[in-house]
């Protein structure tokens, strides 16, 4: 009898649910890169390093083994940026998928010549997913919203392929995503950063205004100016007959050799750098001129060493037509 008892007292125990419950297994982590979206996303950003280094997005990237070309790889980028971005807890998980949609890279100019913040380039994105999914291709010289001038598919490639190399490094998408091209940065035909000459020149002039590398990219554009406006003389004459190197060298150019020497010094120093050509309206008239631009705090500004009334930022000409910009002087 005593045994019956105990036996029921046992049974109305786990009627009553006095058991410890049993816990389910934690599910493992996911670590990204070991997936097939995170060896995409691994793949564009090393797409973007070969820009950085070569102003060309290799043509084919080996994704999970397979080789996928430019046309490929940038839809599924695309596609993969959504998916991040509407699931940031899930979008390892599920393989990306994306249409069949014709695209093709145009070099048509320009570029966006200033800082867009990042949830403006992904509206440009959705577009492009819709773009996909109902004519089955990516749009060509499609604008940002809100921004102008229209952007090639060049440079929407660029972006994305940026966009992935700073989640890859800090896990995250940035705020805010610049689309000059990459030679911005690099070196171009008369503008030769690697130049022992443009190295001493730049180095002077950070010396003179006490800039160091721990100082803002603004203190050293301005000491980069402000030495080339002060040590350098302005000479007549048309086109480039210097370079850099042959400026700095001659402590003397026009405006197109000047410009040469500041936008080397600036690209060394990790400034964006770039040239303004337009017909510019001065007391004499209009007259063809060559300005170098620097790109500070999110915005380009004129750096114009060949007039000594000039400052960072300001020109002494009055309005101007026939606006180009280069990455690459081509006169």
């Not at 009627?15 to 070991?34: A, I, L, M």
């Not at 397979?66 to 998916?83: D, H, K, M, N």
């Not at 991040?84 to 890279?105: G, H, N, Q, R």
């Not at 002039?205 to 721990?214: F, I, L, P």
Request: hydrophobic share 40%.
């Amino acid at each position: 009898m005593k045994r019956t008892i105990t036996t029921l007292l046992c049974l109305a125990a786990l009627v009553c649910g006095c058991t410890k419950p049993v816990e389910p297994e934690p599910e493992p982590s996911v670590d990204w890169k070991e997936t097939y979206n995170g060896h995409l996303a691994l793949c564009l950003a090393d797409a973007y390093g070969q820009w950085e280094r070569d102003d060309k997005l290799p043509a084919v990237i080996k994704w999970d083994g397979v080789s996928v070309f430019t046309a490929e790889y940038v839809r599924a980028g695309i596609c993969l940026a959504l998916q991040i971005i509407d699931k940031p807890e899930e979008w390892m998980k599920e393989d990306v998928t994306y249409p069949s949609a014709t695209f093709s890279l145009t070099t048509d100019d320009p570029f966006i010549p200033q800082e867009v913040p990042f949830a403006d380039f992904v509206k440009l994105l959705r577009v492009q997913y819709e773009n996909m999914v109902g004519s089955h291709q990516v749009a060509l010289n499609m604008q940002i919203p809100g921004y102008e001038p229209n952007l090639s598919t060049t440079g929407l490639a660029v972006m994305l392929c940026r966009a992935f190399a700073h989640f890859v490094d800090k896990e995250s998408f940035p705020e805010k995503i610049n689309t000059w091209e990459a030679s911005y940065t690099h070196s171009s035909s008369n503008c030769d950063i690697t130049s022992a000459d443009v190295k001493t020149a730049r180095d002077a002039a950070w010396a003179k205004a006490g800039v160091t590398e721990s100082s803002s990219a603004r203190d050293k554009a301005v000491a980069i100016f402000n030495y080339a406006r002060d040590q350098w003389e302005w000479e007549d004459y048309y086109n480039t007959r210097k370079g850099a190197a042959g400026t700095i060298k001659a402590k003397g150019g026009n405006c197109c050799d000047l410009s040469h020497a500041v936008v080397a010094m600036a690209r060394l120093s990790g400034i964006p750098a770039r040239y303004f050509h337009a017909q510019c309206k001065f007391s004499s008239g209009y007259i063809g001129h060559v300005v170098s631009q620097l790109f500070v705090d999110g915005e380009w500004h004129m750096a114009d060493a060949s007039n000594n009334s000039n400052s960072f930022g300001t020109v002494v000409f009055n309005g101007y037509t026939g606006l180009h910009y280069y990455e690459d002087l081509p006169f």
